[in-house]
């Protein structure tokens, strides 16, 4: 059945959540004898939605889907084995040292079940920045990930500076070699909007720096500095133009 509309989709979306919830969850269950509580655990996708893309701690989920400890780890462990939630461990060149935020950051896996999850339509999403963001940061992470499944040595992390000063959406290490990624929901990033990623480059990477690309919502591909692109985000399809 073809899905016209907008709230067609978005509707079908929301009954795919739904169905997680009640049907997938209860599957899952069976085999231990233990029943997991299907609204509850809608709560519990709501709460991971509404902070995709984010280094939360774990509590800050449990609270928000009013479940205590011990049932969040269960939901947290259904969650994954689902594959409906996935963590991107931290990036850190020397763990020891604490330069380095060593929290994992964690996704819906698909953008679209993440804004059904936690009752969004896209013009929610459109109307706040922080939401914005946050969905394009899981959108695009997504499709990375299919990225690097595909490479034979290719793993995905994210990295935080401990005291908030820099911030990679993605650093990608192939082999030796190290990738950084960021994501903009603006139409032309600017070499300001690389600044993160030159700092990756010049202060942290060094000779391991392969390139870094600023994947943002415009038409256009450039170069804003010394081995780092602007990439529309639709050049993860080849889909893109060389702006001369």
Excluded at 106 to 113: E, L, S
């Amino acid at each position: 059945m073809a899905i016209k509309g907008e709230r067609e989709r978005w509707l079908w979306l929301r009954s795919y959540s739904e169905e997680i919830a009640q049907t997938d969850l209860r599957a899952l269950s069976a085999p231990s004898g233990r029943r997991k509580d299907s609204r509850l655990f809608a709560n519990y996708l709501e709460a991971c939605a509404l902070n995709t893309a984010g280094v939360v701690p774990h509590s800050t989920i449990f609270r928000h889907a009013g479940v205590n400890e011990r049932t969040a780890s269960g939901y947290r462990e259904a969650a994954g084995s689902l594959g409906i939630i996935a963590e991107l461990p931290a990036w850190g060149k020397n763990r020891r040292n604490r330069l380095y935020v060593e929290r994992a950051k964690r996704h819906m896996v698909d953008a679209g079940i993440a804004a059904a999850a936690a009752g969004l339509t896209l013009d929610d999403v459109y109307a706040e920045d922080d939401l914005r963001g946050r969905f394009i940061d899981t959108f695009v992470t997504t499709q990375l990930r299919v990225e690097a499944e595909a490479a034979e040595n290719a793993r995905l992390y994210h990295l935080r500076s401990a005291n908030g000063d820099h911030e990679i959406d993605v650093v990608a290490e192939v082999g030796r070699g190290l990738i950084a990624f960021e994501f903009k929901a603006g139409i032309a990033p600017t070499r300001s909007d690389a600044r993160h990623l030159m700092w990756f480059r010049d202060q942290i990477a060094e000779d391991r720096f392969k390139g870094g690309v600023v994947f943002h919502t415009g038409p256009h591909r450039y170069e804003l500095d010394r081995d780092i692109e602007a990439v529309p985000i639709a050049g993860l399809w080849g889909q893109t133009r060389r702006n001369s």
